[in-house]
């Protein structure tokens, strides 16, 4: 079995790492420009957008044009999803495990 099929895995490598996820803590209070997030870290504004295209490819994040500004939305839903998805596939072995731990403590019985 894989886990991460259908995109968990970008979602996962994106929140990997810490300056994506504190990019997405601030885009979810509120849309922030691309610009302005880049204001708010020792890097250089080219790093800053690439990190955000790490969290727009895994779908945590969407861009809107407004003049010469990118405003960086998140999407609260995609990362829900991944979260789910990945909670039922362990959710589902454990359940396994329990039923063959019942299954052996009846045999004993």
């Known amino acids: 079995m894989v886990v991460g099929e259908g995109g968990a895995d970008r979602v996962f490598h994106a929140l990997a790492d810490a300056t994506r996820r504190d990019i997405l803590a601030h885009v979810f209070r509120a849309g922030t420009s691309v610009s302005a997030l880049a204001r708010l870290y020792p890097m250089s504004f080219a790093a800053v957008q690439k990190h955000v295209a790490v969290l727009e490819q895994a779908g945590l994040v969407t861009k809107e044009r407004r003049g010469r500004e990118q405003i960086v939305h ?36």
Do not use: F, H, N, T
């Not at 609260?76 to 052996?104: F, K, N, T």
């Open 74 to 109: 998140g999407d609260p839903v995609a990362l829900r999803g991944a979260i789910d998805g990945l909670m039922s596939v362990y959710e589902q072995v454990w359940r396994q495990r329990a039923g063959r731990i019942s299954a052996i403590l009846e045999e004993e019985s």
